[in-house]
């Protein structure tokens, strides 16, 4: 397996799990680790300069976020992921996520929203820090703020099984810096309509904010996990 691209030299030792992790993350993107490929430790410690240990560290890390697979006696490959599978899970989740936002929005309380907006800035301080982990954990919490108000509970459910499908694919769009800035912005406008009572305006921007996030993804997945920095 030849992965290519510059080393950078041996990292300092604070530094070696993070840059293993970012190293890793960049490969996936542009397609220098295919998804179903092996990722082995020895040849990417030697490509990114680093030794075997934060290799392995930073295999675990994605494999929490879903961007790496572990196979028992295998080793760790880089996850399939399906432009078929992105695009029917997508096209469900615009038919639903707008009908538990039209039933939950009116129904959030103050303290709903504020969770809403704790979630949003918790995912922009993992988004400026570059933790991938903790900004799927956030991104999660902030959109389930808005849908989740009782008298739903299949619908969650649903929703809930459509996300948890999706994780690996949204794990791979955060990995790109423009793309983690633009939900970040995509939040804020989310909020605001949100504070607003604006109902619509909720609907309308998550559509958006949905619709870039599959059009990122089409363009990595149609091109074979290739895709330079947008």
């Given amino acids: 397996m030849s992965l290519g691209g510059p080393a950078s030299g041996q990292a300092a030792p604070g530094t ?10 960049e490969a996936i993107v542009s397609g220098r680790l295919r998804p179903g490929q092996q990722v082995k430790q020895e040849h990417v410690a030697a490509a990114s300069g680093l030794s075997v240990a934060p290799v392995r560290e930073a295999l675990r890390v994605l494999e929490q976020e879903g961007q790496v697979t572990y196979r028992p006696r295998r080793g760790y490959f880089v996850t399939e992921l399906s432009v078929a599978d992105l695009e029917e899970i997508y096209s469900l989740r615009a038919t639903l996520e707008p009908v538990a936002v039209r039933h939950a929005v009116p129904r959030l309380d103050e303290e709903a929203i504020e969770r809403v907006e704790t979630a949003a800035r918790e995912c922009a301080e993992a988004a400026r820090a570059g933790d991938v982990a903790a900004e799927l954990q956030a991104n999660r919490r902030f959109h389930f703020g808005i849908f989740d108000a009782p008298g739903q509970p299949h619908l969650l459910r649903l929703l809930t099984l459509l996300w948890e499908s999706t994780e690996a694919y949204r794990a791979l769009y955060y990995n790109s810096p423009a793309e983690r800035a633009a939900a970040v912005e995509a939040h804020d406008r989310i909020l605001a309509a949100l504070r607003a009572g604006d109902v619509e305006g909720v609907v309308a921007e998550l ?14 997945l149609a091109a074979g996990g290739h895709r330079g920095e947008p």
């Fill in 16 to 25: 070696a799990l993070q840059h293993a992790v970012a190293w890793l993350r």
């Fill in 207 to 220: 559509a958006a904010h949905r619709q870039r996030g599959l059009e990122f993804l089409r363009g990595v």
